[in-house]
């Protein structure tokens, strides 16, 4: 199904769809931010039974990400079943594209670690300075890879330029911000 867009352009529904939902992740996305910022009662038992204040935060992943796969898990088996969808982890390269998610999985849960042990070196600032900082830096990174990927070129690489100097810009200025902050 096509769906007329200004100056005759053609957008499918399945692009609008998708658009719809990336902005609804990008607006629940901060949930998770706001989670450790108010886990306090999570970290002062972690602090309790002696992880140090590098890792207490990490006392709340516990039940905030096992709550998330437990339900992500049912979901996909649901889909898996509904769609008839499971055979293809036996296609010829779906052990390669699982790893791959495996993969993409880890290095997720190293950059929530890697917040999580940041947030206490931040004191009360943590969730304000340290959430926007972490989420520019993956965009840069992600930017990185889709470059090399062969994504970014010409005009559209020109454009992105502008957009990761802007977020590496808004990273120091974070950053600096916190270090006055901390020092006063």
Known sequence: MQIDYRGGTRISAVALEGIALSIAAGLLTPLMNLGIAFADNYMKVARAHGASEAFMTLAFYVPYLGASFVCNAIYCAYLWKKNRTSKQFRAPHGIRYTL????????????????????PWMHTYGPVIGWPIMLASSNLAAAVIEYFYGD?????????????????????????????????
């Not at 330029?161 to 902050?181: H, P, T």
Request: cysteine-free; glycine content about 10%.
């Open 100 to 119: 791959m998610a495996v993969a993409m999985a880890g290095i997720w849960m190293v950059g929530m670690l890697l917040y999580g042990w940041a947030m």
């Open 152 to 184: 970014w070129k010409g005009r559209s690489l020109r454009t992105l330029s502008y957009g990761l100097l802007a977020l590496s810009l808004s990273i120091s200025l974070l950053a600096y911000s916190n270090w006055v902050i901390q020092k006063s």
